[in-house]
């Protein structure tokens, strides 16, 4: 943080929105009223509008005391348009609510402001709006990500069909074994704060979980090709979560191969010196940020260029189950372990 | 709130998603696709997307000693929806994401949602999506409201003329006289468990407080009438902070007249037992969720059958400021006095 300190209640509500939002610029010829009015006004000309939302609240979503303010900032807005890109969608506008409590200085919230708009810069988004509010207790950060896609282009997740191969982007597990990394570097700092963290050659699996990245190139390249995926979600449970989401809601079950789980080097080598399994963290870490989408075998041939996109199983009828077939030729049932907030 | 308690951890978070949802059938044509994939999507056919958000936090925006949870999901939507009408456009979807901690119980969460769902029904509105999470202190609501225009048909703030009348709709004052006559007899009850609250014959500014509306039937009387507002917002902050942005942003000033300033009998008799001017009430006062809008002086036949519509002053240059007209017939700056959640 900068050294100046300036208290937010020398702005006010009304200070601080302009203060935020005095640089920016819309960019999107769909924006005809943005920041500043009772609500935003988007013109799509003829598309359909995708709207999602998330909460993310410090002390359950994030830890402020190894998260960067500006990484959290783009981490809000890129996990929103994760979700508009799994719905074969862009996104064109976030609105961005923000609760904070006076510990946070205004040089503090524009550190998390310069995230946000990286992010929106980087995505093309448009900040549309939005809302600054005290807290009592901690940071809390809701957005809403607005996109566009043509009319009945988008894709859900209730739509795969038997025999679609099933594919992943990037890899997997890396969010996962940097929360891991994190959480024991705090742990050793609060029990001797004179020791340093040992982030050394961890680059990687950190930067997973701190900067993520929505997976536009995964969609350009796919509308390149001309493939439609038959399904589709982004990966923020964990793949096994997501797996069963599109297992049930598509009435179908899958059949998924531990050799093909994409995992990177650095996260195997993270996962070894934990002293966990690599698959376990793939299968079931989250905040990955990847695609997860079924597709016709036809469409096979169109991907295989791509290194980052892999095959990881095939739908199957749902009597058949959801299985994985571990590389010693073991079957398991898929179970979610995804991450339960409200459980202890 | 009922004899049971299911605890929310008991459910898991798509088991709660699931719960909330599962009696909600959508009503929108525009609803392609709703709750329980990545993003809704929503085709508004041609017309504008508007979009607004609101973060609401307790002990900063509500006190769960004295609002009834249905009361307080009711008022959540409603205070969004609000801001749509006063863009002069329809609403259509709301997102609702909640974050509360497990001193809340399913039943309780049942509660809200019942409210949630009222308001929806009320105003055709469809729930569209949303989330739940944990928070660690307090229960935390992020609204986001959606709705659809006619293309060009939005009604801004920066857009009144030198001359236009300003009109309000309803009545003012009333919800910030609730909230004094809440906060005082939960101070009371405080002090003394044992006293009951005095609540005889205040329904009316309760009500205000608690369970406000928004004027939808505003808008449609203006369109019925074809009277196309200059310029319009929703009165949240107090009418005084409401005006200023109107003359700010549209450049002119205005000549406001205390005789003119609609206040309800029931207000006023609240404010003299609590030895308040209930005419600073109304100008300071917040959370009326009133429409503020300016029209052109020739539409001013069309509008006075309506007795929910008062004329309240007019436009002025921009050099003879923002004045307000006491009915002793002295002259004072308008200041804004509205609500600063960062202050102190």
């Known amino acids: 943080m900068s050294e100046t300190r300036t208290e937010i209640s020398s702005l006010g509500e009304f200070g601080l929105i302009n203060h935020l939002t005095r640089n920016f610029e819309t960019k999107q010829a769909s924006t005809v009223v943005s920041v500043g009015d009772d609500a935003a006004v988007i013109d799509h000309f003829g598309k359909q509008t995708v709207i999602t939302t998330d909460l993310l609240i410090e002390g359950v979503h994030f830890d402020l005391m190894y998260t960067p303010l500006k990484h959290l900032g783009y981490k809000s807005v890129i996990v929103n348009l994760s979700d508009i890109y799994a719905m074969n969608a862009t996104p064109t506008h976030i609105t961005m609510s923000i609760g904070i409590s006076n510990r946070f200085s205004v040089e503090a919230i524009d550190e998390f402001y310069e995230g946000v708009y990286a992010a929106c810069e980087r995505y093309n988004v448009d900040l549309a709006g939005g809302d600054t509010s005290a807290s009592q207790k901690g940071f809390i950060i809701s957005v809403t990500a607005i996109g566009e896609v043509a009319p009945g ?11 679609d191969l099933i594919c992943v982007s990037g890899d997997l597990g890396g969010a996962f074994l940097g929360l891991t990394l994190l959480e024991r570097e705090k742990k ?28 536009k190139d ?38 998924i191969y ?10 195997r080598k993270a996962a070894f010196k934990f002293g966990l ?4 963290c793939a299968l079931n870490g989250g ?21 980052e996109i ?14 994985f077939l571990s590389k010693g030729g073991n079957t398991f049932n898929i179970t979610a372990q995804g991450w339960n907030a409200f459980g202890k």
């Open 153 to 163: 282009k988008f894709v859900k997740r209730s739509t795969a069909n038997k025999g």
């Open 188 to 215: 050793i700092f609060l029990e001797s704060p004179q020791v340093q963290p040992d982030l050394e050659n961890e680059d990687y699996i950190v930067g997973r979980l701190l900067k993520p990245e929505a997976r």
């Open 218 to 255: 995964i969609i350009d390249f796919l509308e390149d090709r001309g493939v439609v995926p038959t399904a589709m979600m982004d990966v923020s449970d964990g793949i096994s979560s997501e797996i069963l989401h599109i297992c049930r809601q598509s009435g179908l079950g899958c059949k």
């Open 258 to 267: 531990e050799e093909k789980l994409p995992i990177a080097e650095d996260a």
């Open 277 to 280: 399994d690599a698959t376990v």
């Open 287 to 307: 905040e990955d940020y990847e695609l997860i989408f079924t597709m016709s075998q036809d469409d096979y041939d169109k991907i295989t260029i791509n290194e």
């Open 310 to 323: 892999s095959v990881i199983g095939y739908m199957t009828d749902e009597e058949e189950g959801c299985k």
